[in-house]
Structures are given as structure tokens and as C-alpha cells.
């Protein structure tokens, strides 16, 4: 017989049988029924055994000594290949015939024991022709198996299956089985071995298909479910993002791409109706065809709901839920964000505006102003604490409220209250002109002339009104509300009802808020110059010192006063940056004149300084710095404080100047006389110099000249100069230097000059000295 077409059908059948087997045994651990796999991965080993066996044997001469090892493996290969056939349809069907399988299992092992030991199934011979020679048990034991195998199989494809598609596969490999077992029974012999095999791989390809097949379809399950999960995840995180709107349409959307309904509808609940707000696909024609309905709540209250029509799964009735219950918390989260943001932007006892939404609704209003005013209201409740204490706390909230009630029927339609504190009401509104602006003022400060009726108490008030009106749609409301609480507080400063804010006063801030800015840009782009006014010895005109000024040109070429823009440095925190500069250009300009030889005991000078920086902390280590980075001796310089401010200094103030008098400094009172303090408490103060004010430099007799007589004697006394501001003639300067006052400055000698004239000032000083010493010797001569 030509064995090798039979034999290349049972090799491509191991093949086919071990390749599954071989998956089975990578994936076992994975599952949740590795005994099942295991079975299977035997049973097909098994198979797979009988069949190279098969091929051996075939190959093999009955006469070699591998013969009868070779046909024993597979006589036993084939009897636990069919115990495990029958196991493993038990295990997939979950039907279990377990008396009929354990006399399966001692029969085969009974038929080994006795095949190797005895005789009674094979006399380990051949007849000459090559047929095994058997022995009386081996027919009866094939029978038995037979048996044994119908009673099993019988049993399980009797009752349902757990998987019912493994049932039909299994009838459906019955057949080609049955068909070949009944050709084994009229085949030769030499074929039976091969029809055999073919029995038991046909069961076992059909089994590790279904099974495959299975886990392929869990694998999709599972991924499908970690796609829903992570489109689910998405979807969320979208929905529940703070600020965002209600995703119904992406709901819906989201549902019709996952589960592939006919149709989809979220529908919302208003007043007992149902209104569709997002739908997708056709809708059905007939009434009730819609599969699931997941109630969409917010806080316990139903808001709507998300249906579906179709065929629906479990898993997608689960999904569904998902979905809705997202959305119900989407609904939460923008019902409390609304609650929120109401709570945010309204007052908590009247319910109206409060400062954060007037701000936009006044906003609102200057930009669609057109040709018309915008009218800003502040309104006051007088004795809003005598109506608290009078009527209790409640009646307070409730008078607030009321009061709040009748702002707004003055505001009107378009019009904005909002409540900013205590008994405070901002009104705003549009007017067509000056004349609907002062009835609406009068209105509102009129609310006041019927008493409130609040839980029967009546309760008076008054309303105090302050008004501002604007053209500008550029206008800050902040400004606005600001301007019209000046207004407020002009009208109870004269007990009326209502008072405008004058329009002046607000140009004049607005250009005080323009120069500003122009002059911190000044001192970051090094605008600010410094000129020089000499300080002379007024006995004999001869130049002593400087006193630094800091002058400020616009990039136009306008020179600003100093009184305009220093008080703009003090009241915008600017004066610290500004007094760096000016200290800086002064000491360079003193080096300057020191390297000219311009002065053989050196000019001496002053420097005008605020409390605000001396008595910043970081003040001392600064002077310290730029004192050390310039060859200068510090005695040479003197910082000038303003008397009014020195009275009300603080401790950290004084402490400085006693630091500043320790490093080397003179520290001089400016503008004497202009304040209230003692010489006596003047004289405890780190002070060396005094400045008399230029009122008291005046001529001719009177309470001014016996002050400046006092001042100069008492400072002599306390070793204390003297220096006098101002001299303008030469009869201020004769009294002067007839009153003992040693040095002074003003316009009679000088008017502040840009450095580089200084030396030409001094050289001229000099010339005068000369001259005077001259006619002083020709005189005594």
C-alpha cells in the first residue's frame, strides 16, 4: 500500500490540530476556564501523538524493535484521545456524565496496565502478513469504549449548553465523524488507523475553532467595552468641565455612534411638556416603540429624559445609563454654577446686583449710549443703624429690600440697582438729555416720602442722592461710581437731598492722572534733570554750596514745575525713584566740579529728601551705597526735610536721621517757620541746619523781623546755621546780614542753573570778593 498521500493528510492534520493546541497553552492562564483549555490542548496533543505515530508505524518494518513501542503508544494515544474528546464536550457543554466518564477513565487505565503487562490485548506479535496479533480482551474493550463514548456523547447533546454555538458546531462535526466511523467499520485495516485519526482530529478542530472563536469574541467584547468606557471617560470629562454648556446633542450623538440605535432623543420636561432638544436618526412612526429610558435629574427634580429605539443588549442598557447619568450631573453642575454665580454677583439680603455685575451692566450701558447720557445714582439711607436698632435686624433687611423694589421702578426698563454696602444703592440709566437726568435724581431722592410699611411697622427714611453724568462711552464706570459717591458726600456735607459732581474736578484728576504717567515714564527714560541754585555767604556773596532741584522737560519740550509733578511722585509712590535720580546726577556733579578745582573747601550739597524714603527700610544701606561709590566727603552734604514734615514723622523716621547724622551728613529744616514746633523740641532733633521760609525774609519792621532775629540768636546759641530762602532785593539782603544770618539763596544771586554754568558762576563770585577786598584797602589807605 502507497502510505504517503495518507501519510502527508496526517501530518497537515497534526499541523492543523497542534498550531490551536499550541494557543490554547499561551492563553490558558488568561481565561476564566483554563481547565477547559487545558483539556482541549491535551486532547489535541493526544490526536496529534496517534497521528505521527500512525506515520511511523507505516514507515517502520513489523520486524524492527521500534515497532512494538511505537504501535503501543499509539493504541494508547488513541484511547485517552477519545476519553479526552468526551471530557472536553463536557466541560464546553457544562453537562456532566460523570459516573459513565470515571468507568471511561478505569477502563483506559485498566487497558493500559493490561496491554503492557499482559497479554490479553496484544500478544506483542504479527502475523506474517504484518497484522498485529491481539488478544482475547481487545475487542471487548474496543466495544466498551465504544460504548462507553455513545452513553457520553448521547448525554451531553440531550441538554442545553452553556455556549449554545459550541452545541451546533459540535452537531455539525457529529456528522463527518459518524460518516467516517462507518466507513472504519467495512475498511481494510491498515485504513482503520488512519480513518481513526481523522475521527478524533475532526471533534478537535471544530472545539478549538469554537473556542477561538470565543475568546476572539471576548477580545472584542472587552475591547469594545474599553472603547465605550474611554469614549464614556471623554465624554464626561467634557461635560463636566466647569463653564461649559449641557452636551445633549453630543449625548446623542455619542449614543448613536456606539450603539447604532434607529433613533435617539433627549427630551427636557418644561411645565408637563415634553420638548425634544437633540435627536438623531428616524424617528419612529408608532407610539411606544422607544427600547430604554434613562431619567435625566438635577437635585432630585426630573428635568427630562435620554431615549433610545432598537435592539438593545444588556451591556448597552448599561451604557445608556452612562450616558445619562452624566448628563443628570452635567445638569447639576450648571445648576449649582448658576446658583453660584448668582450668589457672586448678587447681594445676599436684596438680591440684586452687587458690585461685580453693576460694574458690567454700567459697561454695558456707555457702550450702547449713542447721543444719549449715562446717569450714575449714589444713594444713601440716612439712619439705615437707627432703623436696625429701632426695628431689629430683620426689618432692617426687609426696609433694604423694599427700598431696593422702588430704585428699581425708578430705574426703569433698561436701567441697573445694585446694592454696594450698608445703605448704599448705585441707580443707572440711560437719558435723552440734562433735563431727564435731574427728574430721574429727583425721583429717586423722592422714595423717601412714603414711609416703608415693613410686617406693620412703619418705617421712615430719607434718601440722600449724589449725581454724575458722563458723554464719554471711553468712561471707567469704577470712575463713574466714584464720582457720584463725591457727589454724595458734597450733598451731606450741605444737608440736601441730591448734588451733582462738578465736571471740573473731574478734568482736573483726570490730568493729574495723565501727568502721572507721563512722569513714571519720565523717570524710567531719564527725563528728570537736575539744576543748581548757589547758596551764598551773605557777608561776602562768596559761593558756598548748591541745592539740587530736580526739573522735569517733556518730550514736547514743556517744562513741568516742580510743585506740580513732586507732589504727583509723593501721592503715586514714584518720590523714591525720583530722589535716586536727582541723588545720582548730584553726587557725579559734585565729582565733576571736585576734579575742576572749583572750590578750595569744596561746594557743599543739599539734597531735598521726604520722610517717605527716609524712613523706608531700605533707605540707610541705599545712602550708604552711593555715598561709598563717589569720592565725596560726606560732610559735605545736607538733606533737606520740610519742618511740617518732620512734626509728624514717625520713630523709624528719627531713627534714620540720627544713622544719617552718624555717617557723616548734615541733616537741614526746610521751610522754617511754616509749622508748629518748638525751637525747644526743634533743638532734640538730629537737625545742624536751619532754612528760614522766604514769607519771613520779607523787608521792613514788623513781627516778621523780631522772628528771624529770635530764630537766627537761638540757632547761633544751639551751634545750628542759619540759611534764608527767597532773597529777591538788596534791602532783604541787608536785613539779613544786619540780623546775623550767615548764608542765603535766591534770585538776587541766582536762579537755579544746569551744571556746567556753575564753575562760570563761581569764578564770578570770586571776581566780586576781589573787588570788595580792593576798595576795602584803598579805603583804609
Given at each position: 500500500?502507497?502510505y504517503?498521500?495518507?501519510?502527508?493528510?496526517?501530518?497537515?492534520?497534526t499541523?492543523?490540530?497542534l498550531?490551536?493546541?499550541l494557543?490554547?497553552?499561551?492563553?490558558?492562564?488568561?481565561?476564566?476556564?483554563?481547565?477547559?483549555?487545558?483539556?482541549?490542548?491535551?486532547?489535541?496533543?493526544?490526536?496529534?501523538?496517534?497521528?505521527?505515530?500512525?506515520?511511523?508505524?507505516?514507515?517502520?518494518?513489523?520486524?524492527?524493535?521500534?515497532?512494538?513501542?511505537?504501535?503501543?503508544?499509539?493504541?494508547?494515544?488513541?484511547?485517552?484521545?477519545?476519553?479526552?474528546?468526551?471530557?472536553?464536550?463536557?466541560?464546553?457543554?457544562?453537562?456532566?456524565?460523570?459516573v459513565?466518564?470515571?468507568l471511561?477513565?478505569?477502563?483506559?487505565?485498566?487497558?493500559?496496565?493490561?496491554?503492557?503487562?499482559?497479554?490479553?490485548?496484544?500478544?506483542?506479535?504479527?502475523?506474517?502478513?504484518?497484522?498485529?496479533?491481539?488478544?482475547?480482551?481487545?475487542?471487548?474493550?474496543?466495544?466498551?469504549?465504544?460504548?462507553?463514548?455513545?452513553?457520553?456523547?448521547?448525554?451531553?447533546?440531550?441538554?442545553?449548553?452553556r455556549?449554545?454555538?459550541?452545541?451546533?458546531?459540535?452537531?455539525?462535526?457529529?456528522?463527518?465523524?459518524?460518516?467516517?466511523?462507518?466507513?472504519?467499520?467495512?475498511?481494510?485495516?491498515?485504513?482503520?488507523d488512519?480513518?481513526?485519526?481523522?475521527?478524533?482530529?475532526?471533534?478537535?478542530?471544530?472545539?478549538?475553532?469554537?473556542?477561538?472563536?470565543?475568546?476572539?469574541?471576548?477580545?472584542?467584547?472587552?475591547?469594545?467595552?474599553?472603547?465605550?468606557?474611554?469614549?464614556?471617560?471623554?465624554?464626561?470629562?467634557?461635560?463636566?468641565?466647569?463653564?461649559?454648556?449641557?452636551?445633549?446633542q453630543?449625548?446623542?450623538?455619542?449614543?448613536?455612534?456606539?450603539?447604532?440605535?434607529?433613533?435617539?432623543?433627549?427630551?427636557?420636561?418644561?411645565?408637563?411638556?415634553?420638548?425634544?432638544?437633540?435627536?438623531?436618526?428616524?424617528?419612529?412612526?408608532?407610539?411606544?416603540?422607544?427600547?430604554?429610558?434613562?431619567?435625566?435629574?438635577?437635585?432630585?427634580?426630573?428635568?427630562?429624559?435620554?431615549?433610545?429605539?432598537?435592539?438593545?443588549?444588556?451591556?448597552?442598557?448599561?451604557?445608556?445609563?452612562?450616558?445619562?447619568?452624566?448628563?443628570?450631573?452635567?445638569?447639576?453642575?450648571?445648576?449649582?454654577?448658576?446658583?453660584?454665580?448668582?450668589?457672586?454677583?448678587?447681594?445676599?439680603?436684596?438680591?440684586?446686583?452687587?458690585?461685580?455685575?453693576?460694574?458690567?451692566?454700567?459697561?454695558?450701558?456707555?457702550?450702547?449710549?449713542?447721543?444719549?447720557?449715562?446717569?450714575?445714582?449714589?444713594?444713601?439711607?440716612?439712619?439705615?443703624?437707627?432703623?436696625?436698632?429701632?426695628?431689629g435686624?430683620?426689618?432692617?433687611?426687609?426696609?433694604?429690600?423694599?427700598?431696593?423694589?422702588?430704585?428699581?421702578?425708578?430705574?426703569?426698563?433698561g436701567?441697573?440697582?445694585?446694592?454696594?454696602?450698608?445703605?448704599?444703592?448705585?441707580?443707572?440709566?440711560l437719558?435723552?438729555?440734562?433735563?431727564?437726568?435731574?427728574?430721574?435724581?429727583?425721583?429717586?431722592?423722592?422714595?423717601?416720602?412714603?414711609?416703608?410699611?415693613?410686617?406693620?411697622?412703619?418705617?421712615?427714611?430719607?434718601?440722600?442722592?449724589?449725581?454724575?453724568?458722563?458723554?464719554?462711552?471711553?468712561?471707567?464706570?469704577?470712575?463713574?461710581?466714584?464720582?457720584?459717591?463725591?457727589?454724595?458726600?458734597?450733598?451731606?456735607?450741605?444737608?440736601?437731598?441730591?448734588?451733582?459732581?462738578?465736571?471740573?474736578?473731574?478734568?482736573?484728576?483726570?490730568?493729574?492722572?495723565?501727568?502721572?504717567?507721563?512722569?513714571?515714564?519720565?523717570?524710567?527714560?531719564?527725563?528728570?534733570?537736575?539744576?543748581?541754585?548757589?547758596?551764598?555767604?551773605?557777608?561776602?556773596?562768596?559761593?558756598?554750596?548748591?541745592?539740587?532741584?530736580?526739573?522735569?522737560?517733556?518730550?514736547?519740550?514743556?517744562?513741568?514745575?516742580?510743585?506740580?509733578?513732586?507732589?504727583?511722585?509723593?501721592?503715586?509712590?514714584?518720590?523714591?525713584?525720583?530722589?535716586?535720580?536727582?541723588?545720582?546726577?548730584?553726587?557725579?556733579?559734585?565729582?565733576?566740579?571736585?576734579?575742576?578745582?572749583?572750590?578750595?573747601?569744596?561746594?557743599?550739597?543739599?539734597?531735598?529728601?521726604?520722610?517717605?524714603?527716609?524712613?523706608?527700610?531700605?533707605?540707610?544701606?541705599?545712602?550708604?551705597?552711593?555715598?561709598?561709590?563717589?569720592?565725596?566727603?560726606?560732610?559735605?552734604?545736607?538733606?533737606?526735610?520740610?519742618?511740617?514734615?518732620?512734626?509728624?514723622?514717625?520713630?523709624?523716621?528719627?531713627?534714620?536721621?540720627?544713622?544719617?547724622r552718624?555717617?557723616?551728613?548734615?541733616?537741614?529744616?526746610?521751610?522754617?517757620?511754616?509749622?508748629?514746633?518748638?525751637?525747644?523740641?526743634?533743638?532734640?532733633?538730629?537737625?545742624?541746619?536751619?532754612?528760614?521760609?522766604?514769607?519771613?525774609?520779607?523787608?521792613?519792621?514788623?513781627?516778621?523781623?523780631?522772628?528771624?532775629?529770635?530764630?537766627?540768636?537761638?540757632?547761633?546759641?544751639s551751634?545750628?546755621?542759619?540759611?534764608?530762602?527767597?532773597?529777591?532785593?538788596?534791602?532783604?539782603?541787608?536785613?539779613?546780614?544786619?540780623?546775623?544770618?550767615?548764608?542765603?539763596?535766591?534770585?538776587?544771586?541766582?536762579?537755579?542753573?544746569?551744571?556746567?554754568?556753575?564753575?562760570?558762576?563761581?569764578?564770578?563770585?570770586?571776581?566780586?570778593?576781589?573787588?570788595d577786598?580792593?576798595?576795602?584797602?584803598?579805603?583804609?589807605?
Open positions: 500500500m502507497d504517503l498521500v495518507p501519510n502527508s493528510v496526517l501530518l497537515l492534520l499541523g492543523f490540530v498550531f490551536p493546541a494557543v490554547s497553552v499561551l492563553v490558558w492562564r488568561k481565561r476564566e476556564t483554563p481547565a477547559m483549555w487545558i483539556g482541549t490542548a491535551v486532547w489535541a496533543c493526544l490526536v496529534a501523538l496517534s497521528a505521527v505515530t500512525t506515520v511511523l508505524l507505516s514507515q517502520t518494518p513489523v520486524s524492527s524493535p521500534g515497532f512494538a513501542p511505537l504501535f503501543t503508544a499509539r493504541q494508547l494515544a488513541f484511547a485517552f484521545a477519545l476519553f479526552a474528546m468526551v471530557w472536553v464536550l463536557q466541560a464546553i457543554s457544562g453537562n456532566w456524565a460523570r459513565l466518564t470515571a471511561f477513565a478505569v477502563l483506559n487505565v485498566v487497558r493500559a496496565v493490561l496491554w503492557v503487562t499482559t497479554d490479553w490485548f496484544w500478544r506483542g506479535t504479527t502475523t506474517a502478513d504484518g497484522t498485529p496479533e491481539f488478544g482475547p480482551a481487545r475487542g471487548w474493550g474496543v466495544l466498551a469504549q465504544i460504548v462507553l463514548t455513545f452513553a457520553i456523547v448521547g448525554v451531553v447533546m440531550s441538554r442545553p449548553w455556549y449554545p454555538k459550541a452545541r451546533r458546531a459540535a452537531m455539525w462535526a457529529l456528522i463527518p465523524a459518524g460518516v467516517l466511523f462507518g466507513a472504519l467499520l467495512v475498511a481494510p485495516l491498515p485504513l482503520q488512519y480513518l481513526m485519526v481523522a475521527i478524533l482530529s475532526i471533534p478537535v478542530l471544530v472545539v478549538q475553532a469554537v473556542l477561538l472563536g470565543r475568546m476572539a469574541s471576548q477580545y472584542r467584547a472587552v475591547a469594545e467595552s474599553r472603547d465605550r468606557e474611554a469614549r464614556l471617560a471623554e465624554f464626561g470629562r467634557q461635560a463636566l468641565t466647569p463653564g461649559g454648556v449641557i452636551p445633549a453630543a449625548a446623542v450623538t455619542l449614543v448613536m455612534e456606539v450603539l447604532e440605535p434607529t433613533y435617539c432623543e433627549c427630551v427636557e420636561h418644561i411645565r408637563g411638556d415634553r420638548r425634544p432638544v437633540a435627536t438623531a436618526g428616524v424617528r419612529p412612526t408608532s407610539v411606544g416603540v422607544l427600547s430604554v429610558t434613562v431619567p435625566l435629574e438635577a437635585s432630585g427634580q426630573l428635568f427630562g429624559e435620554l431615549s433610545i429605539a432598537g435592539e438593545v443588549e444588556a451591556n448597552d442598557s448599561v451604557f445608556l445609563r452612562g450616558v445619562g447619568l452624566i448628563l443628570s450631573a452635567a445638569l447639576s453642575r450648571a445648576q449649582l454654577e448658576v446658583e453660584l454665580r448668582d450668589q457672586a454677583l448678587r447681594d445676599a439680603v436684596t438680591g440684586l446686583p452687587n458690585w461685580i455685575l453693576l460694574h458690567d451692566r454700567i459697561g454695558g450701558l456707555l457702550a450702547r449710549r449713542g447721543k444719549r447720557l449715562v446717569v450714575v445714582l449714589c444713594c444713601d439711607v440716612k439712619e439705615l443703624k437707627v432703623i436696625n436698632d429701632d426695628f435686624r430683620e426689618i432692617g433687611d426687609a426696609a433694604l429690600r423694599e427700598i431696593g423694589a422702588r430704585l428699581v421702578e425708578v430705574a426703569g426698563r436701567g441697573t440697582v445694585a446694592r454696594t454696602g450698608g445703605g448704599e444703592f448705585i441707580v443707572a440709566r437719558v435723552d438729555g440734562p433735563l431727564e437726568a435731574d427728574q430721574f435724581s429727583n425721583a429717586a431722592a423722592m422714595i423717601g416720602n412714603e414711609p416703608l410699611a415693613v410686617d406693620d411697622h412703619f418705617v421712615p427714611f430719607e434718601v440722600c442722592v449724589g449725581v454724575v453724568t458722563s458723554e464719554d462711552s471711553e468712561a471707567e464706570p469704577d470712575r463713574l461710581v466714584h464720582e457720584a459717591e463725591v457727589a454724595l458726600l458734597q450733598a451731606k456735607a450741605v444737608s440736601v437731598k441730591r448734588a451733582s459732581y462738578d465736571s471740573f474736578e473731574r478734568e482736573a484728576r483726570d490730568v493729574r492722572r495723565r501727568m502721572g504717567r507721563e512722569l513714571a515714564a519720565a523717570i524710567r527714560d531719564d527725563e528728570i534733570y537736575v539744576e543748581y541754585q548757589p547758596i551764598l555767604e551773605l557777608a561776602t556773596q562768596r559761593i558756598v554750596g548748591v541745592e539740587a532741584l530736580a526739573r522735569w522737560k517733556r518730550h514736547d519740550g514743556v517744562s513741568v514745575p516742580p510743585g506740580e509733578f513732586i507732589p504727583i511722585a509723593e501721592a503715586d509712590g514714584m518720590i523714591t525713584a525720583l530722589s535716586e535720580r536727582v541723588f545720582e546726577q548730584g553726587l557725579d556733579q559734585l565729582e565733576v566740579w571736585d576734579q575742576m578745582g572749583l572750590c578750595p573747601d569744596g561746594l557743599r550739597l543739599s539734597l531735598n529728601i521726604t520722610p517717605n524714603v527716609v524712613g523706608s527700610q531700605d533707605f540707610i544701606p541705599w545712602l550708604t551705597d552711593i555715598l561709598g561709590a563717589h569720592d565725596v566727603d560726606p560732610g559735605r552734604i545736607t538733606l533737606e526735610l520740610t519742618e511740617s514734615s518732620v512734626e509728624r514723622a514717625e520713630a523709624d523716621v528719627l531713627r534714620h536721621l540720627e544713622m544719617v552718624d555717617l557723616g551728613p548734615c541733616v537741614s529744616l526746610d521751610d522754617f517757620g511754616t509749622g508748629y514746633s518748638s525751637l525747644s523740641r526743634l533743638l532734640t532733633l538730629p537737625v545742624g541746619e536751619l532754612k528760614i521760609d522766604r514769607r519771613f525774609t520779607m523787608t521792613g519792621s514788623g513781627a516778621h523781623r523780631e522772628i528771624v532775629k529770635t530764630v537766627v540768636d537761638l540757632a547761633h546759641r551751634d545750628l546755621v542759619v540759611v534764608a530762602e527767597g532773597i529777591e532785593t538788596q534791602e532783604q539782603w541787608s536785613m539779613l546780614v544786619a540780623d546775623g544770618c550767615e548764608y542765603g539763596q535766591g534770585y538776587l544771586f541766582s536762579k537755579p542753573l544746569p551744571g556746567d554754568r556753575i564753575p562760570e558762576f563761581t569764578r564770578r563770585s570770586r571776581l566780586r570778593l576781589v573787588g577786598l580792593d576798595s576795602d584797602r584803598m579805603s583804609s589807605g
